[in-house]
């Protein structure tokens, strides 16, 4: 079984001597700046990062924060480490995102206590990630085994994260929004691919297995403890903004801001492709579409945002961005 890596940050380099002698049952590296030790996060991925805050050039606070903001690192435990033993430079280590502080000189036992216990959270959070990404998985087979739904998930996931950035969310909150987007419709994996190609010429008994996937998405995400944030989402991104939606009519201000962007992000990707019912519509035709429902299904501040980041679209498709795989 090969060791856990621990990347030990720190400008000076009998610092690094000294925490790599206190830890010789692990695979440690190391990197002398804030430049070098985001190189070394992103190349290898460390399973732990033993970082020194105060250094000069670009300094522990900011590796921390990038790495916290990014969702490829962010399930890296960062243990912080400090000269400065105040309580100011532990708080603002924890809310940058560090899992951990403490104090220079270390105590040994104290330092592989700490790595240990973030260890273990580490094996907990790679396990809750793999049953996260084998949802997703699920989502997008659902989703590309009709031709007309192929890849629906992921271009919503690409307009939604678009029109939080406009509504100016904060980036943990868009990759909330993103992950919702990426699982929105797994509800319909109970749904009967009959009625599913039918389209629009439903019975009412047919309707309402087609308006019973939200809760059955809710249900099925619910299993994870990391869907928790997002449940509301999956389950009222069908909501209307004049209450007159499913599955809880829900009005206004009462739906989930992330359910509001999301319904539009997926409404505008169903308009713009093939349905059985329907041939694409061009984008143009699909934003008035929304424009005429602004106020009545979708929230009208958004769809005006909506509106003109497409119409302001720089031609980077969805298919090319990273941040929806």
Known sequence: MSKPKILIVDDQQPNIALLKSLLPDYDTTEATSGRLALKQISDQKPDLILLDVMMPGIDGYSVLSIVKNSAHTRGIPVLAVSALGG???????????????????????ELKAKIKALLRVKVLHDELDAAQKTLISIAAMLDDKHLFRSGHSCRTAHYAVRLARLELLQSWQQEEIRLAALVHDIGYVTVPESILLQGDRLTPEELAHIQNHPLTGETICSALASFKPVLPYIRHHHENYDGTGYPDKLKGAAIPLGARILAIADAYDALTNDRPHRKALSPQAALAVLANGAGSRWDPGLVALFCRLITEYNGTGPESETETT
């Open 87 to 109: 309580m100011d430079e532990k708080l603002k280590s924890l809310a940058k995102g560090a899992d951990g502080f403490i104090i220079k000189p270390v105590n040994p036992q």
